[in-house]
């Protein structure tokens, strides 16, 4: 899902391989009906069909099954409704913000890509963790666990790590509201990983390690796809911890406000109480 564009409409995004449609939002009370409705903005009309039934154009079928829009501060939009939190979600400690080292580091490159460059986000973190982790994983792009997928076994339990990294909107560290917000949602959304669990999660990265070795890439920075497939067999007497974890150089540990930590206090609380996981975050000092 996108964000607000200048109208004030929210993005809808359906995507399938190389298809995708999006749909906006449109709410306003000269709209007859409810005062809202789907409007198609780019690609072709997405329908939906159930048992024997005519398929519906999405934008008929969503009037009587709207899409729930979750945001990053915890507030929740649907129909025409929006429902917003309280205020006393709290802020996300200042003092566990921890300061990376970016050094060396282009902090508005987020990706290595299929080469690894060096110089990115991900890589470095990659380097950060690699010691800590049986198993790491490239999972960046569309429809991503997370940028990196770290897995470790451990006496009593294996310790699944998502790493969700986003490039700086500026050269400088600071304390911009974009810089905290898409990220945010992003490690809130991937809460669902470990409710599906790792046979769900193997699949996954299975499917689009083929996809790599095909263009003669790997998915794996450590390890191999057996010890994943070993890794989810564990996993079916193993319970499984969940840590996500938000890694942004352009935030700044001596800039940060109320507002940027009320907005990692709102995806901290909600992380912790759908999966009991804990968020850690990474800035620069």
């Not at 997370?146 to 310790?159: G, M, T, Y």
Request: with cysteine; proline share 2%; glycine share 8%.
């Amino acid at each position: 899902m996108d964000g607000k564009e200048d109208d004030g409409c929210v993005r809808v995004m359906f995507s399938s391989g190389q298809e995708s449609t999006v749909y906006k939002i449109a709410i306003d009370c000269d709209i007859a009906g409810k005062g809202y409705e789907y409007q198609l903005v780019a690609g072709d009309e997405v329908y939906i069909k159930r048992g024997g039934a005519d398929p519906q154009p999405l934008a008929e079928h969503m009037v009587s099954d709207p899409v729930f829009v979750y945001y990053a501060d915890g507030a929740f939009s649907y129909y025409a409704h929006l429902v917003l939190v309280g205020n006393n979600i709290g802020l996300f400690p200042r003092e566990e913000i921890i300061a990376h080292d970016w050094k060396g580091v282009d902090i508005r490159k987020e990706s290595m890509g299929y080469r690894g460059e060096k110089d990115s986000i991900q890589a470095n973190f990659f380097e950060f963790i690699e010691d800590d982790y049986d198993v790491i994983i490239n999972d960046d792009g569309s429809g991503e666990a997370a940028d990196l997928v770290a897995l470790k076994v451990l006496d009593d339990e294996i310790l699944l790590t998502l790493v969700h990294c986003k490039f700086s909107s500026k050269d400088e560290p600071g304390a911009r509201l974009k810089d905290l917000y898409e990220v945010c949602g992003q490690a809130q959304r991937c809460v669902r990983w470990k409710h599906l669990n790792l046979n769900y999660l193997y699949h996954h990265i299975r499917y689009r390690q083929v996809s790599w070795r095909q263009r003669g890439y790997s998915r794996f920075l450590k390890g191999e796809i057996s010890d994943l497939a070993s890794i989810r067999n564990r996993s079916r007497t193993t319970p499984m911890k969940l840590q996500v974890i938000i890694v942004q150089p352009g935030l700044r540990l001596g800039k940060i406000n109320d507002e940027l930590l009320k907005l990692l206090g709102c995806a901290s609380v909600y992380i912790k109480k759908t999966a009991m996981a804990e968020l850690v975050v990474y800035g620069s000092a």
